[in-house]
């Protein structure tokens, strides 16, 4: 998969456009310092662009294979562009992951906003609430995540607490 183009194509389709948006996922996690292998393009969309994003990505020739109010999961026929997957967010939430993302290089010569590491820590951890085997990989995202300078440590392990994963947290946090 060409990540930087893909990123590339539709970070200046959503500039263009006026959407909000950052990247999560893989691709945020290594903008924050871990390398680790990805297999699609993540990203975090202002739920009011939604109908949007999903006739850009069908425009931009990806098929749409799941949409629910919080996520989209698209893919294209050309393995170069691979699998796009956006979680749409609105009120509170999207205020506070719009306005913390920091524009960092991502891929390639790409930069971006990237949503802040105390989100991206979040973000996996409804994952691997979700999906508890996602805690093999996730929880090393985390503590990456939990060790960014600056980092809201306590923020993060709120959120935690508040999803009754404290266990999980404080295993991931002794870790680091």
């Known amino acids: 998969m060409q990540f930087d183009e893909v990123l590339k194509t539709f970070s200046e389709a959503f500039d263009k456009e006026q959407i909000r948006y950052a990247v999560i996922g893989g691709l945020a996690v290594h903008a924050w310092g871990r390398s680790r292998l990805t297999k699609d393009v993540d990203l975090v969309v202002d739920f009011s662009a939604r109908e949007r994003v999903i006739q850009l990505a069908v425009a931009l020739g990806y098929e749409t294979l799941y949409v629910s109010d919080g996520y989209s999961n698209h893919a294209h026929a050309d393995p170069r562009f691979g699998r796009v997957d956006f979680m749409y967010v609105r009120g509170e939430t999207a205020e506070r992951i719009f306005a913390s993302a920091t524009s ?20 996996k951890a409804l994952s691997m609430k979700n999906v508890p085997h996602r805690a093999l990989y996730e929880g090393e995202d985390v503590r990456v995540l939990l060790n960014v300078p600056g980092v809201d440590r306590d923020l993060v392990r709120e959120f935690f607490r508040q999803h009754g994963l404290l266990g999980l947290y404080d295993a991931i946090d002794k870790a680091r």
């Not at 960092?104 to 973000?123: C, N, R, S």
């Open 104 to 123: 960092k290089p991502v891929v390639g010569d790409v930069v971006a906003p990237v949503a802040a590491p105390e989100h991206l820590a979040m973000m």
